[in-house]
């Protein structure tokens, strides 16, 4: 089945650690996103990459980081330096050229203990 | 100014009521709009998408685009307990990837 995979579901993390989320698609997207979402804040993009190699700072990109080394996988970074890590982080992927819809993971629930 | 704003509500409506969304943005030069339903707990899912203006059914759900005031619906007809949810709405800032999205409406359909 194609779709995007997002792993773990649940993550817990002590402070002061650095974690890896996993997110993996097989709809041969050139584009990639993560957004990150509190209750009351809707979904704010943290980074996006279009192709391979490349990828661009969304409005709060402080404290994560990303790679994208592979057309299907684009892993985040949230790093000891992002002050309130606890959220939901969601991966999404879609078209790039003709402005088209995206398609969401199903999260990871960040929590920082 | 944020490039799509929403109304976060919550909205609370009795089962078979017709039901509006709306957003509003900021930059004339968006054309593609998108609307996302989200559980609680869960990934958001595409629920329709429009292009430019003019109105998009599918179902029970009508996206509708106004560009002259730069305003964006989504109407569920006979709502049903099923369709509480938050929803979102989406769009690609001019000339870019870059998807923005609003805060999303929490809707409740009561039987």
């Known amino acids: 089945d194609g779709g995007i995979t997002q792993s773990p579901k649940y993550l817990f993390r002590k402070e002061g650690q650095n974690v890896t989320l996993s997110c993996e698609q097989n709809?041969?997207?050139?584009?990639m996103y993560w957004y990150r979402q509190d209750p009351g804040q809707g979904l704010r993009l943290i980074y996006y990459?279009?192709?391979?190699?490349?990828?661009q700072k969304g409005d709060i990109a402080e404290g994560y980081s990303v790679s994208r080394e592979k057309k299907e996988s684009f892993p985040l970074t949230v790093t000891s330096a992002q002050k309130n890590p606890t959220a939901f982080y969601l991966c999404?992927?879609?078209?790039?050229?003709?402005?088209?819809?995206?398609?969401f993971g199903q999260g990871t629930r960040l929590t920082v203990v | 100014q944020k490039e799509v704003e929403q109304d976060p509500g919550p909205l609370s409506v009795p089962e078979g009521a017709i039901v509006s969304l709306n957003c509003t943005y900021s930059?004339?030069?968006?054309?593609?709009f998108m609307w996302y339903r989200q559980y609680s707990r869960k990934g958001p899912e595409l629920l329709m998408y429009?292009?430019?203006?003019g109105n998009k059914e599918d179902g029970r759900f009508t996206a509708q685009v106004d560009k002259s005031s730069k305003y964006i619906s989504l109407f569920i007809r006979d709502s049903q307990p099923s369709d509480s949810a938050t929803y979102l709405c989406?769009?690609?800032?001019?000339?870019?990837?870059?998807?923005?999205f609003g805060k999303g409406t929490k809707l409740t359909v009561n039987p």
């Open positions: 990459s279009q192709i391979v190699n490349d990828f």
């Open positions: 989406a769009t690609f800032q001019g000339g870019s990837e870059k998807l923005v």
């Open positions: 429009t292009y430019s203006s």
């Open positions: 930059n004339s030069a968006f054309q593609y």
């Open positions: 999404a992927s879609g078209y790039t050229g003709v402005e088209t819809e995206a398609f």
């Open positions: 709809l041969n997207h050139d584009a």
